[in-house]
């Protein structure tokens, strides 16, 4: 069983920076993909940007050039550095990890969600 653990999230105004961080614990063998996904009230969730072990990157428009997506391997962390915020990016962020456990099973998991509010 793998838990990821979102921490980073709150109140920030318009133009400012938040650093989300996810750390993934539990029966880790290897996280082959993670990254951030973001649900707008209202709205579907939909993919931030990813990030590989082999540190392939991918954004969705809208944050290009604004978010950084990083990761740290030894600790089995993804992070998310977002810049000039604007309040559309007010949305509950998900982390998500996909790849295998050391008892063989896939990993498929989401972590519970941090809120994110930019205000005008």
């Known amino acids: 069983h793998v838990q990821l653990v979102e921490s980073g999230g709150g109140l920030v105004q318009v133009g400012g920076s938040l650093r989300l961080s996810c750390a993934a614990s539990?029966?880790?063998?290897?996280?082959?993909?993670m990254g951030w996904y973001r649900q707008a009230p209202g709205k579907q969730r939909e993919l931030v940007a990813t990030i590989t072990d082999g540190s392939y990157l991918r954004y969705t428009d809208s944050v290009k050039g604004r978010f950084t997506i990083s990761r740290d391997n030894a600790m089995n962390t993804v992070y998310l550095q977002m810049s000039s915020l604007k309040p559309e990016d007010t949305a509950v962020y998900y982390c998500?990890?996909?790849?295998?456990?050391?008892?063989?099973?896939?990993?498929?998991?989401w972590g519970q969600g941090t809120l994110v509010i930019v205000s005008s």
């Open positions: 998500h990890a996909g790849g295998s456990s050391v008892s063989g099973f896939l990993v498929d998991a």
């Open positions: 539990g029966d880790v063998f290897e996280l082959n993909i």
